[in-house]
């Protein structure tokens, strides 16, 4: 071994470990100091219940995994503030699945296009805690940047075989932490980007880094980090793995981080997964497409998305609901919110608006003029003008339906707001047949008719229908700012209608808002 192991201690046990009987298996790993296991025990003391839960079902099915990495933060991670990530054998992805299942998790993947073959993402959600629970999975062990993760090394048998159950979850020892910290840092350092987050974000990124190698500086016996690198990743040289952790230093500059990151790529060149100069591009890509497309990176379901609406009257808290669940959502899916009874107008939609109020105003102007004119159709006809406004409505609407269900189709949360319903009349929906007598209609009424039925036709039940009821003078004692009668009949609507063939979750909004909010979390985790 080099001079730097001769003056390190622990050199009885190193002089051991070469012994012909101990010479094919991984060194004996020193004993963890009682700072590890202090800090350990914290992060599990304040474990929240699903994470509890997990971690008996994976310990009680016998399941091979652990938590491989940034187990400096353990404490977070079980707490439900930040990622857990787990290594799990892949020979127990299926049983690891299951168990997730069992417990409420989905799997969802990225919104861009990548490759991630040996990596999944399950997500749960603890009521008790009202916190989502990120299971960032690796069943390879894959390093490098963050957008492409272009090397694989195969030590995952090596490195589950060291692991060692400090409380709640399984850690490998910190030796092998600290080796494995070292190579995906390093190999995760991309310079331009490097210097972007210096000058937007100062040197926090540098120095969270820094703090996490003296954290495992503190924790390993060096001789044994330099003992198990021949076998992790042979070919790698003490003095060379010795200046990767150097370039990982707070003063380190940028130069000195880039050789290093150069000359790792070129010693790990047989473990990358596609060529530099191909990852290179495809790194820049991805970064691109995503920051200056601005895409939506939020996490797509793995079994497809789901297309919900929210439908109550006036005073049910409709509104407020579905800000609310977009927030809640919106932390980690990608989401969006649609209103129907908003809808984006075409252009034809506001061609059409524009010439109602200039027949309108024609109309005013000669009256002024020549006394009422009398009217070209009967009473009850409200004009072949509106007649027409409302088909483009009846369009805009549907339009807003197609974009809602292709976002859903692509494992994206689309949540309605005033979804139209063959039992709900008052508030949006077709209005030529409410408006003229059929019997009566002339062939162009007709036509509009049939057009607009057919737009309204085509918005078919959604994914999850959840009906906010509220009692309609509960309704009207809310909503003061408009009139008594226009919201009670609405709110009545609703309150009187039978449910039951819907296949609709009803929901009480006479409740608290945090009770409506808990019980809607509830009925959508559920269900989707």
């Known amino acids: 071994m080099s001079e730097t192991i001769k003056q390190l201690p622990s050199q009885s046990r190193l002089t051991a470990a070469k012994s012909g009987k101990e010479r094919s298996t991984i060194l004996p790993f020193p004993q963890a100091t009682s700072t590890f296991g202090e800090a350990s025990n914290n992060g599990h003391k304040t474990a929240i219940p699903l994470i509890k839960d997990l971690c008996e079902a994976l310990q009680r099915e016998g399941i091979s995994y652990c938590h491989w990495k940034s187990n400096w933060r353990l404490g977070r991670s079980l707490n439900g503030d930040s990622d857990l990530d787990l290594l799990v054998s892949g020979a127990d992805a299926q049983r690891f699945a299951i168990a997730a299942f069992g417990l409420g998790f989905i799997q969802a993947a990225p919104a861009r296009n990548e490759e ?6 399950f997500y749960g959600w603890d009521s008790e ?36 159950r400090v409380g709640l979850i399984p850690v490998p020892q910190p030796e092998f ?4 910290f070292v190579l995906r840092k390093v190999l995760g350092f991309w310079t331009s980007e490097a210097i972007m987050r210096w000058l937007l974000a100062g040197p926090s990124e540098f120095e969270k880094m820094a703090r996490e190698l003296n954290y495992l500086e503190a924790h390993t016996d060096r001789a044994t980090v330099h003992q198990l690198l021949g076998q992790l990743v042979p070919g790698l040289t003490v003095s060379f793995f010795e200046r990767c952790l150097e370039s990982l230093r707070f003063e380190s500059s940028v130069w000195k981080r880039t050789i290093a990151r150069l000359q790792l790529e070129k010693a790990l060149a ?6 530099a100069r191909a990852d290179g591009i495809l790194k820049l890509w991805r970064l691109l497409n995503d920051r200056l497309r601005e895409r939506a990176l939020g996490r797509r379901f793995a079994n497809g998305g789901v297309l919900m609406a929210l439908v109550g009257g006036d005073g049910a808290g409709k509104t407020t609901a579905v800000n609310s669940l977009r927030r809640w959502l919106d932390q980690d899916f990608a989401v969006r919110a649609f209103h129907f009874g908003k809808p984006r107008r075409s252009p034809l939609t506001l061609a059409v608006i524009i010439a109602l109020r200039a027949w309108g105003l024609i109309r005013s102007t000669l009256n002024g ?10 009473p009850d006809h409200p004009g072949y ?6 088909v483009c409505a009846a369009r805009d609407r549907h339009r807003v339906y197609l974009k809602a269900r292709r976002f859903a189709n692509r494992g994206g949360i689309a949540i309605c707001d005033r979804y139209l319903l063959p039992k709900i009349f008052l508030m949006d929906g077709p209005n030529i047949a409410q408006s003229l007598d059929c019997r009566e209609l002339t062939w162009f009424s007709k036509a509009l008719l049939k057009a607009e039925n057919k737009y309204y036709g085509q918005i078919m039940q959604p994914d999850l229908l959840l009906i906010l009821r509220v009692d309609p003078e509960i309704a009207v004692r809310r909503k003061t ?19 039951s063939d819907a296949r609709a979750c009803l929901v009480d909004a006479g409740q608290t808002p945090a009770k409506v909010l808990a019980e809607l979390r509830a009925l959508i985790w559920q269900q989707i």
């Open 270 to 275: 047989g473990h990358r997964r596609r060529h």
């Open 369 to 378: 003029f020549l006394g009422r004119l009398a009217s070209e159709y009967s």
């Open 385 to 390: 003008l509106h007649l027409v406004r409302w």
């Open 177 to 180: 932490e600290l080796i494995v």
């Open 129 to 164: 805690a009202e916190k989502f629970v990120h299971l960032h999975v690796y069943y390879r062990l894959l390093l490098g940047h963050e957008l492409t993760t272009n090397y694989h090394l195969p030590i995952e048998k090596l490195l589950l075989q060291s692991v060692r």
């Open 116 to 121: 991630t073959t040996g990596i999944a993402h």
């Open 481 to 499: 700012d408009e009139n008594e009668h226009h919201v009670r009949t609405r709110s009545q609507e609703i309150w009187q209608t039978d449910w």
